[in-house]
């Protein structure tokens, strides 16, 4: 029977092994995931089993530059106990100089083409997550690229919940922190308006429209009046239009321009941001932890 690679995904997220381990234990059964997960345990290979399908929304987010790449990257635990762990620091160093050499195309390809410390990335994981004794996710990573002629600007807030990753085209290494210190602090979306994709825009539009339309305006003025909301609307989430962190007497745009500089990409990073976090009782938790 043909094994599909949502197959493998699947039994690899329930089960914390890795891609080739899961492919062989799905041949084996025929591709019936139950008697797949069962195999494993049965030889073995699914300790972190019970781990892998606990929800990781802790953690911590990393910049790393080396010369003229760089990559920001977000790995998640269970808790901010484990996130403040040496060996967990030392995992998210060890991923990132990975990463950064190998320069893989998404997280799909990086799980089997990065090797970490002589391990596959997606068999180190599953490693880990015995080792620490909790469900590890590596999220996301961007790498970045740049010229010799632009600046990395990197921002880390609350010992590495946020991170903040900016490549600046001119001025200097201090203009590119202090863009990457305004990213982290006040999370623009967007470079500028013409970034903003054509369906967020219109979407505000239509909202907009609706809004004053239930005000009471008169439809003939509606138009200018929602148009005048949107400049309101980019300058909130648009980077240049937002007015600048270190100064609020001009935009973060008018702080560039003044020292020769624009901004080509950015990332900012916030653990967690997205995830929905399972209430746990930590006194329920403790007991079960002790009668096992």
Not at 42 to 50: D, I, L, N
Request: hydrophobic fraction near 40%; proline fraction near 1%; charge should be negative.
């Amino acid at each position: 029977m043909a094994i599909t690679a949502k197959q493998v995904k699947e039994l690899r997220d329930r089960t914390g092994v890795g891609m080739m381990d899961a492919k062989k234990a799905l041949q084996e059964v025929d591709g019936d995931m139950d008697k797949a997960i069962d195999y494993l345990r049965e030889t073995g290979q699914a300790k972190a089993a019970k781990k892998a399908g606990r929800i990781a929304a802790e953690g911590l987010a990393k910049v790393l530059v080396k010369g003229n790449d760089a990559v920001i990257v977000e790995l998640n635990a269970e808790t901010d106990f484990v996130a403040k762990n040496e060996k967990f620091q030392n995992m998210l160093n060890a991923i990132a100089e990975a990463l950064l050499e190998a320069k893989p195309s998404s997280l799909e390809d990086a799980m089997t083409s990065v090797q970490v410390d002589g391990t596959q990335l997606d068999e180190y994981m599953s490693q880990m997550i015995s080792v620490i004794g909790e469900n590890l996710n590596l999220r996301r990573f961007t790498i970045f690229s740049k010229t010799d002629g632009q600046h990395f600007g990197q921002y880390s807030h609350l010992g590495g919940k946020i991170a903040v990753l900016v490549t600046v085209d001119g001025g200097d290494e201090e203009v590119a922190s202090n863009v990457a210190m305004h990213i982290g602090g006040i999370n623009p979306q967007y470079i500028d308006e013409n970034s903003v994709p054509e369906e967020v825009v219109e979407h505000e539009r239509e909202v907009l429209t609706e809004q004053s339309l239930n005000e009471g305006k008169p439809e003939k003025i509606v138009h200018k009046m929602v148009e005048g909301r949107l400049r309101k609307f980019f300058s909130e989430i648009c980077l240049v239009d937002q007015d600048y962190l270190l100064d609020g007497d001009q935009t973060v745009g008018q702080y560039l321009s003044s020292k020769g500089a624009s901004v080509v990409d950015f990332r900012r990073y916030e653990v967690g941001e997205g995830i929905e976090k399972q209430e746990e009782d930590f006194a329920a938790e403790v007991q079960s932890q002790m009668g096992k």
